[in-house]
């Protein structure tokens, strides 16, 4: 499940009620580690985190080598059978 906002201020509340961090991952569908972590960014910090976007910058591609991917895929497609036997 991705975590949103909510979602790590209700981690934050739940352990402050004394709620246990296998329980709270179990009921949110995340990592006991990562509502451990959590939970220390708040201690430390004071305040929840902000949750940054995650994954790969995309790093754009010229139209050289999208034309090179595309006649690649062309030459060697598979192409399907016609008969099946």
Known sequence: MKLDERKVRYIVRARERGE????????LSVSR??????????KD?????????GGRRSIPISDDERRTVFAAYGRYRSTPSTSRG
């Open 33 to 42: 580690r990562r509502v451990e972590q959590l939970c220390a960014l708040y």
């Open 45 to 53: 910090n004071g305040e929840v985190s902000s949750l940054k976007r």
């Open 20 to 27: 246990s961090c296998r329980d709270i991952a179990l009921h």
